[in-house]
């Protein structure tokens, strides 16, 4: 066969398999079509597939095809992490900031430091840390990958849970907000090259002014156009970013950062999400799953991974717990809010993946990272729900 047929064998197994999994094992309560899919991708990667059928793995995701297959990926997470930019309103966290800040600091603070002590722990074995990192860069890599709440899935289990409207969905989603940030801005410090520092600034220089003639832009324009110009602001941008060395993604996240939520209509801005989700965002999984790695074994990089779990779900409870105590939140509220902002998912496996390329960290912390994201977005539903049904009674 050549690479073409390959490759569209590669994406029927890519849009039939999880979504079968997700339908026939009606697994929608526990594991989203989305946590399906990642947990699918792992499957077919080099750790499971690669292991058992060497052959069938060689022959689906050969060289040409992982190529097709990661310039798939790139864009549609360029998109996703561009949404997630626009969706961020930081009006609304600025007119709570007391509250909002508080909260917002606790829940990214208390996992984030829990974090760094696991990741201390793993410097004490080899094989986790990557060959071209620094152990701070490690340690903060992993801490802020234990804080970090995924903005667009956390809207996704709102909307299931029927809260996102609601005042407390909205409060929840002002302090994911904060945190996005933040989370942003702790990857970009990571990321600073001082060997580079020249053109990082230049960049950052040039996005500032670049950005305020876009604004002005955008808010003469319809629409319609609006949506053209989006696009060609994210491949500027997360050019620009690359070019300078703080990878695509950043500048992905800063071009929807910049703009306004109200330049789009809703309705439309959620359908695209959830067309991302559908049509492109798997291949995302899946590429994601390739680069899964258990040579160091499954049972170091289990343990491993639970032990970033609890550092996450733990640091996570507490931090809200402590806003709760301060902010003196009505009984049930702190164990809500802790674990709808404990969700993981796509945000964390995309900062994973940035500091597996850059090697901070090695293959194998990112697989544990990526099982625990998976089993962090999986507790989130069946836990939360029953608390959220006993919270309306009261």
């Not at 040039?206 to 949506?227: H, K, V």
């Not at 309705?267 to 049509?279: F, G, Q, T």
């Not at 500091?355 to 977005?377: G, K, N, R, Y």
Request: aromatic residues 10%.
């Amino acid at each position: 066969m050549n690479t073409t047929e390959v490759f569209l064998i590669a994406m029927a197994i890519i849009f039939t398999l999880p979504w079968l999994i997700w339908r026939v094992g009606r697994t929608d309560y526990y594991a989203p079509l989305v946590v399906v899919q990642i947990v699918t991708g792992i499957l077919l990667g080099p750790g499971v597939l690669g292991r058992f059928s060497p052959d069938a793995y060689a022959f689906v995701f050969n060289p040409a095809v992982v190529q097709s297959l990661n310039g798939i990926a790139w864009w549609a997470v360029m998109l996703f992490v561009m949404i997630a930019g626009i969706e961020l309103d930081l009006r609304q966290a600025w007119a709570h900031r007391r509250e909002s800040s508080l909260t917002a600091g606790l829940a990214l603070g208390t996992p984030l430091a829990f974090g760094c002590l696991a990741a201390g722990l793993m410097l004490l074995h080899d094989g986790w840390i990557g060959p071209r990192a620094m152990a701070w860069q490690f340690v903060l890599g992993i801490g802020m990958a234990c804080a970090v709440t995924a903005l667009p899935i956390l809207i996704l289990l709102m909307e299931k849970l029927a809260i996102l409207r609601q005042p407390i969905g909205q409060r929840i989603l002002r302090y994911a907000s904060l945190d996005d940030i933040a989370i942003w801005g702790v990857l970009a410090l990571i990321l600073m090259d001082w060997g580079r520092a020249g053109r990082q600034i230049g960049f950052l220089v040039a996005f500032a002014l670049l950005g305020y003639a876009f604004r002005a832009l955008m808010g003469r324009l319809a629409e319609r156009d609006r949506w053209h110009m989006a696009l060609i602001w994210l491949t500027v941008c997360a050019f620009g970013a690359d070019w300078s060395g703080l990878h695509f993604m950043v500048g992905a996240f800063l071009a929807g950062a910049i703009m306004d939520t109200e330049w789009f209509d809703q309705e439309r801005m959620d359908l695209l999400r959830h067309h991302v989700l559908l049509v492109v965002m798997p291949v995302f999984f899946l590429s994601t799953g390739l680069r899964t790695n258990w040579t160091l074994g499954g049972e170091a990089v289990f343990v491993a991974a639970g032990i970033l779990l609890v550092a996450s779900v733990g640091g996570k409870l507490l931090g809200a717990h402590l806003a709760g105590r301060l902010l003196n939140w009505a009984p049930g509220e702190a164990s809500l809010i802790g674990w709808l902002l404990q969700t993981k998912a796509l945000i964390m496996i995309i900062f994973a993946n940035i500091l597996l390329d850059l090697q901070v960290i090695s293959s194998e912390t990112f697989t544990a990272l990526l099982l625990m994201a998976v089993a962090s977005t999986m507790l989130t539903v069946p836990v939360v729900a029953p608390k959220l049904q006993r919270l309306r009674k009261t």
